[in-house]
């Protein structure tokens, strides 16, 4: 079983930072791409940014610039700093994770419970 645990969100002004953090626990041979997405109230979720073991990053086009996420792969964490945050970055933001859980076996998407960041006018 693998368990994704998020921390990190908050309240912040627009114009603010905040840090969101990801670790992966449990029994799993490796972690293959990491990337966080996240749902406003009324919307789908979308993919907000991602990376790869090798640290390739993909982001979405209205958070290029502000937002970088990174990984540390022997802590099996990823991180996503946000910067210059908007009102319309208030979403609930969620932990994705492709997992090996063995040796043999093909990867399965493993998902955080999901962090609050709400930005303020």
């Known amino acids: 079983q693998v368990q994704l645990v998020e921390s990190g969100g908050g309240l912040v002004q627009a114009g603010g930072s905040l840090t969101l953090s990801c670790a992966a626990s449990?029994?799993?041979?490796?972690?293959?791409?990491m990337g966080w997405y996240r749902q406003a109230p009324g919307k789908q979720r979308e993919l907000v940014a991602s990376?790869?073991?090798?640290?390739?990053?993909n982001y979405l086009d209205s958070v290029k610039g502000r937002f970088t996420i990174s990984r540390d792969n022997a802590k099996n964490t990823v991180y996503l700093q946000m910067n210059s945050l908007k009102p319309e970055d208030t979403a609930v933001y969620y932990c994705?994770?492709?997992?090996?859980?063995?040796?043999?076996?093909?990867?399965?998407?493993?998902w955080g419970q999901g962090t609050q960041v709400t930005v303020s006018s």
């Open positions: 449990g029994r799993f041979f490796r972690i293959s791409d």
């Open positions: 990376i790869t073991s090798s640290g390739r990053t």
């Open positions: 994705n994770a492709e997992v090996y859980t063995t040796i043999w076996s093909r990867t399965a998407d493993y």
